[in-house]
């Protein structure tokens, strides 16, 4: 027997989480972004400047990364990298979002012939491992910066696809869009007013997790050599570069490649959490 | 239930030929001329050239072209790479046999760390599950080389457990397969466990208390068929992963395989392997998903119709 | 002799802090059937879980005494209850579709207990499992073993939940609103099973929401409220003669043939105001409506006519095809057959056969209050932009005759901007009906809008929609299963089966003395407050 008591205003907290954590990653995410914007406040040096003699010191007071096999200071080449992840990152995001998002609404709200046949394709697309999809792309292309961003927007439009039809069919069908029908709403108000908002609220949390995952593959493709390419500070390329140096100073990939990993991982968290607080409330 | 499974298997069908139909579409529609998109880096002659149009039918209409195609295919003849002059379906052959190692490996691995981390952390206090959270949070975001990156730091340059690289033997295949089955672990581990404590919760979960099943008892005979029900469905969206990641770590640990087929073929502009490999994984996500989608419908009886 | 379970000042917190169960004292008797009543959040569940131990991790339990068969239970350990559950007390919840584990067969679930604590021999335990169905009447034992939940009807997985909790034959038998989820003629059935358990010497312990289900088969009642026992005693005497004034309210809040045109949220009896029904007036005219579903006949050949301020109840069990005929009636799905019209006489409206473009300015017309109010808002919505949705005011104008309209239901200004879900189940509901009267319809079809509810509050907005009715002249197309609500509300009433009218007439004469089979053998299900168990 269900009278349901009054949800208290605050969202159920999900255990696990570390709710400690989230001002430290909102903190963290801050500083990625100056990095990536104004890395001139960071850091002094330039990142390309190479110092033969100083080449693979440990990490020290005067180069807080240590140096590279060409003797540059890793810690401002990681600072100026942030920006190619930051970049790749959001704009093949916000593409694939774009693509993704239009193609699933279309799917789920279109007559039955259009969604089997968008669905079809979003399964084939989803058919091929993304990194691989990406590097199909980019073997069409050149490796570099643009092909990079194209190729990841194409290998995750299609996940984002099928999430925005699946949101759509089962918005289409809810209580409260059959009650607007009442209402005598036309078709397309109602798709405008309670179908649309509905489908696309959850997208933007969606997109900051997925935002994560994009900076991983982008930076996995560059360190297969298809991003940026060298001397660019990106931090998959700089990993790629002091691989063969790990033995020896281990600093070079390590570390850029642990300012990589923090960074998700506050994405990540402060997209989970962000979810778990919308969650409640749908 | 018959009916489903044939629906099933039949999708999964025109998924593949979906795939190698964008493959061909992919190959004759990039721009410019297919007969310089198939020479690419590679040696370029006259001879070459007449080559790849005999062997392509140019002359022949689309049509018959496209059929042809398809035809070659069944018969597992993925064509030619003009810039190693060898065909393809040997370049692959000779290289997957590490990469489906690596990946069997990687799998069981796989298995092992996120049931076995869900089990363990299932219902535990907070710190536990905290931690667990956190660890698994963390191998999560971290790219696949850098794990490897990491272990191999550790385990073989510090420690000399492992070997740097290569395929000599067994050993070589640990570093590498714990490198993609962290990350993969991790994330199934996290579906694992959300699913373990829904089923806990469930009113099915009360009344098998009440008979007086102990928490193990509850935990395998019960909530672990349902915890396996969204792990199942996400199956097929981990073997992609599994296969994009492990042609990054081939290079991390400079392992022989389909990665360093890949990469090198991109490089050079090989068409026609870049197409083989992607198509093939494709086949195999197809395979498995489909597999997995079968495994769905014996795990819950709920779907069989009657 | 002993008393099987022995309660004394039992305290049951939760973290919050949230005192469920405060001090509640009561003994049961072995072979007595004795009742749990009460509202949600009046701690009957709470208290009868604690009893096996299983009110949660969270659940701080004091007493002082807790006794189960002799036992002390007080300082027991997760080892100790494991030992006790399902030998001294079996536990059956409500909905066997989620209280048995929809993977496992049927089979594997009844037989549980038995391997859980190691009787009988492994080989002999489907023998035992098909004798355990059939005492609890399940035809077709060993079939129906091998098959899976959801493959039985809602009565058949009730009993299958029921054989489960009795296989290792415990003294007491715990029913936590073992009937709730089904049908009034199988929920009947299943009592009936509760008392022939009773009268085989088990102890039963029923909570329930439901008096009238109680005072079919207990012989004690404790009425609860708020985690405390308000009153107890023999079920004859407390339904007769109640003492505290909750269990008035409760008595006096269920709505009977008897109830009809009184007040059922107040205690002293209060006339409702004189509704003005228009024969003459005929707002909704349905002629011969049919609609199949591939094969399925789920409506067959339904005709009726609403007038002007008249409420026509339909009433029948689950498949009778009642929620269909509102879909169609709301123009919300288009019959395969039939007709419905809109009004009467010169400015009738075809309101089937249509297209949408030319039903839409006539939509307004007829609105829906459903069981489910929250699903019918708009997640993102408001109580204001709910309410207002349907308005044609704009503005300040707008504005305002929200309030007016929430005044109108008992809510307020300060709702206007709260959200649904931070209302009660009962405000929600009021919501729904502010939002449904807006647009001032003709018709308002309430889809079983209080069966959701508990008692009191159903009283409440039964209430309000008769104070709406009487003022506005709204005509009420009144969907329930529930014949009480039915009998209180409604003129003229059809009673639905498996698609077809089979009765129809004013509600009074159709109650009392029904003509067809079906509507005698619903009549006779329903557990009304007079039939009172007689003691065993």
Redesign the interface.
Known sequence: MDVTLPVPAAAPARPGRLPAGLPIAGLFLALVAVAAVAPGLLTHTDPLAADPMAALQAPSAAHWFGTDQLGRDVFTRTVYGARYSLFIGLTATLLSVLAGGVLGLLAGLAPRAVDEAISRALDVLSSFPEVLLALLFIAFTEPGTPSLILAIALAFAPRYGRIVRAQTLLVRRAGYVEQAVTFGLSRTRLAWRHIVPNVLGPLPILATIGLGTAIVNASALSFLGMGPQPPSPEWGAMLSESRNYLRVAWWSAILPGATLTVTVIALTAVGRRLQARFEGRR | MWRAVLRRLGSGA??LW??AT?AYL?LHL?PGDTVD?LVGDGPDTPQIRAQIAADLGLDRPAVVQYVAYLWRLLHGDFGRSYVLQRPVADIIASQVWPTVKLTLVASAFTVLIAVGLALVSTGRG?WV??L???LE??V???????IG??L??VFS?RLGWFPVSGDRDASALVLPALSLALPLGGLLSQVIREGLERALD???A??????????Q?LLWR?AL??ALLPAVTLAG?L???L???A??VE??FGRPGLGQV??D???A???PV??A??ML??AI??AL?TVADLAYLL????LRK? | MAPLLSVQDLHVTFPGPVHAVRGVSFDIEPGECVALVGESGSGKSVTARTLVGLAGPAAQVRAARLTLDGRDTLGFGERDWRRLRGRVAGLVLQDALVSLDPLNTVGAEVGEVLRAHGIGRPADRPVRVAELLSAVHVPDPEERARQYPHQLSGGLRQRALIASAIAADPPLLIADEPTTALDVTVQAQLLDLLAERRAAGSTVLLVSHDLAVVSRIADRVLVMRAGEIVEQGPTAQVLAAPAHPYTRLLLAAVPTAESRGRRLSVTEPEPLPPRNVEPDRIVLSATGLHKWYRTRHAVDDVSFTLARGETLGVVGESGSGKTTVARIALGLVEPSAGTIRLGSGSGQVDWTGVPERRRRPHRRRLQVIAQDPLSSFDPRYTVERLVGEPLLERGRARRDRVVELLERVGLGAEHLSRHPRALSGGQRQRVAIARAIGPRPDVLVCDEPVSALDVSIQAQVLDLLADLQAADGTALLFISHDLGVIHHVADRVLVMHDGRVVEQGPVTDVFTAPSHEYTKSLLAAVPTLDSVSNGT
């Open positions: 025109v998924v979906a795939a964008a992919a990039a998109t907070r599950r905290g667990v959270s956190a949070l963390s999560v975001s971290a790219p696949g080389f850098l990156v990491l191999l730091s340059f469930e009113p099915f009360v009344t098998a208390r009440s008979r007086g099943l102990t928490r008892a019960h068929r349902h969206t073997i992609g992963f296969l994009s990641a042609v990054v290079r991390v890949a990469t073929a991109v490089g502009k090989d068409i870049v197409l490999v992607v994984s494709a996500y197809v998903s795990i819950d009886p709920r009657g």
